[in-house]
């Protein structure tokens, strides 16, 4: 049976690089009738924090991702992996290391002096057991390393084909540190074995971890488990996804008023040949397989994830929407009017202003500034409005262009800043009942008043 694990380290908020990753996983695991694993990655005890996995699981619930296990927390198996360390040195798969941090330092400038990649020497790797006991009883400390078989490592991904790597590409890398604590490539394989893990799916920063994965998996008598990679974000820049191309957490996207069908969406199509890209998760739970996926890079864009979300406003059922927003029952028809303009939840709750609020944009603003007759063509609809008359869009714009010998253009759009309080916005015929007469009324007062301020 199909078992996957998403494996955040609770070091910060879920980027959404990695909420790609366990959206991937869960519609494998689903697709496939399988089970996915939560395990948090916390063994860096001093950037680890309780509050960052309780986010991260948050966001995981907001993206409808659920799991079948866990959540499992690698600070609490410290006992487990320290006994695959003692199993492997007792296999003579691993040796105690006593060199010092000056000399692995020294070592480290020596290589890059070189043009070569820093590796250790392996001075301790031919250590005699008298040595080792000699070096102990002087109370000198010691990491765990493991013991290269140095032979090379093949693997076929199951989204970028067969991978050779040569024999010097694992090295005798720590696996205990001083302290006792795990390292990451240990505590992974040791988890991923003990938990059945049938298969890794991860973003391809971690390819070079595969080779050393699967020998510890070797060394200790396990099964790798199968291995895809798939490709990273990057900005337009071409550099991976960060702070400075504005948003990169999931939190952020929530913030701005990004659904969570559209966020999800648009990570599991990029990339990806799909017969059509507005789906819903259940949607792409049925249609995902790993080989539909690319290992090429995605460049991350902002304005097409827009364009999912758009899709995602104009089309959800209008009880759900109204959730969404945190809007009144009550608010239904003004949301139906204008959903097709908004871009996110927060520009649709910036919409809603039309309906309740004497308030002009600055756009709008500047553009009655700008035309001549702009106070007159006010003070008329004004009075259209008053004494309890409710005109049609039609006969109120019929009125304003027999007295206005404007082109329809500019007629529609002085109407729409005085009616909206906006320069864009859904048809005015459609928008106009919508909007109470006395909101009209004083938004045309505001820009009344603030002309006549600006000519003392």
């Known amino acids: 049976m199909v078992k996957v694990r998403f494996a955040p380290s609770p070091t910060g908020n879920l980027h959404v690089g990695n909420a790609k990753t366990a959206l991937i996983n869960y519609l494998f695991a689903k697709g496939n009738g399988g089970t996915f694993v939560l395990r948090m990655e916390d063994t860096d005890l001093t950037r680890s924090d309780v509050s960052y996995e309780r986010s ?19 600070s609490e198996r410290t006992g487990i992996y320290r006994s695959h360390a003692q199993k492997l040195l007792e296999a003579e798969d691993a040796y105690k290391c006593f060199c010092t941090e000056e000399e692995l330092s020294l070592a480290r400038r020596r ?10 020497s392996g001075k301790c790797r031919g250590l005699s057991g008298e040595g080792i006991a ?4 002087e109370g000198r400390p010691f990491v765990v390393r493991f013991r290269s078989p ?18 010097d590409h694992v090295d005798d890398l720590v696996i205990l540190r001083q302290d006792g604590t795990p390292t990451y490539n240990l505590a992974v394989v040791v988890d991923d074995m003990l938990m059945g893990i049938t298969h890794v799916i991860r973003g391809g920063d971690h390819i070079s971890n595969t080779p050393k994965q699967i020998a510890l998996f070797e060394a ?17 820049d071409r550099k991976p996804l960060s702070k400075r191309h504005g948003a990169t957490r999931v939190i952020d996207f929530r913030s701005m008023g990004i659904l969570s069908g559209a966020l999800a969406n648009y990570l599991c199509t990029m990339g990806r040949s799909v017969a059509r890209e507005v789906m819903d998760l259940n949607e792409l739970i049925q249609t995902f397989s790993l080989d539909s996926l690319s290992g090429s890079d995605n460049i991350f864009d902002m304005e097409k994830l827009l364009w999912f979300n758009r899709e995602h406003l104009k089309h959800m059922p209008i009880e759900r929407l109204l959730g969404e927003a945190g809007l ?33 944009k600055e756009d709008a603003l500047a553009y009655l500034g700008s035309m001549e007759r702009a106070g007159q063509m006010g003070r008329r609809v004004k009075e259209l409005l008053g004494g309890g008359r409710t005109p049609s869009f039609e006969d109120l714009a ?34 106009f009942p919508l909007i109470p007469a006395d909101i009209i009324r004083r938004r045309i007062d505001v820009y009344l008043d603030l002309m006549h301020k600006n000519e003392e």
Not at 60 to 74: K, S
Not at 220 to 233: I, R, V
């Open 398 to 431: 019929g009125e304003l262009k027999q007295q206005e010998p404007l082109k329809r253009k500019d007629l529609f759009m002085v109407l729409r800043a005085f009616i909206t309080g906006r320069t864009d916005g859904p048809p005015l015929k459609d928008i």
């Open 134 to 137: 000699r070096l102990e009883r």
């Open 220 to 236: 200790l008598g396990g099964q790798p488990p199968h291995y895809a990679h798939h490709s990273l974000l990057i900005g337009a």
């Open 111 to 120: 290589s890059l002096a070189k043009g070569e990649p820093p590796r250790y």
């Open 56 to 74: 991260i699981m948050e966001d995981l619930g907001w993206l409808g991702i659920t799991w079948d296990e866990g959540p499992y927390r690698q």
């Open 328 to 360: 009144a029952g009550s608010q239904a028809r003004p949301v139906l009017a204008v959903r097709e303009n908004a871009s996110t939840l927060e520009e649709l709750k910036e919409y809603m202003a039309v309906f309740d609020e004497a308030v002009l």
């Open 150 to 167: 140095l032979k090379p490592v093949s693997f076929h991904d199951g989204i970028r084909g067969d991978l050779f790597f040569p024999r």
